[in-house]
């Protein structure tokens, strides 16, 4: 199970839409994606939530490597982080309760490439 930072409140979007009250700020899921080695911000990180094998919502991290859900429902779901060249790297049991954001950091690693070592090959021309 993920366990969220609780008043996660302060790590809300900071661009609300002029004219809305202060809920326009809480975000249920938020965080950031970095480079396992380098810890630098991954941009367009394609972050799925699933609930139940149902997917619910996409989002991309921006430029700095955050991402934000908002409008989710309290319940358990399953978050995705996948990115080409990257392993993908999946979150199980993420709970968002109502009225308490959950901030959740990924690191993502380089997907390993395979390599063909040369080997004999064998003929067999009877």
Known sequence: MV?????????????PEPGLGEE????DIAGGVVHQDTKKP??????????SSRKEKVVLTD??????????????????????GFKKV????VTIK???GCQLN????DEENF??????????FD
Request: proline content about 3%; charged content about 25%; overall charge negative.
């Open 98 to 100: 109502s009225d308490e």
């Open 24 to 27: 326009t700020k809480k975000n």
């Open 63 to 84: 430029g700095n490597g955050n991402y934000a859900f908002n409008e989710l429902k309290p319940g358990t779901y399953r978050l995705v982080f996948e990115k080409d």
């Open 3 to 15: 366990f969220c930072a609780a008043g996660f409140m302060a790590r809300a979007n900071t661009n």
């Open 90 to 93: 999946t979150k199980d049991k």
């Open 106 to 109: 990924v690191e993502m690693d």
């Open 42 to 51: 991954l941009v367009n990180v394609s972050v799925t939530a699933y609930s």
């Open 115 to 124: 390599q063909i070592m040369p080997g004999q090959l064998f003929f067999d």
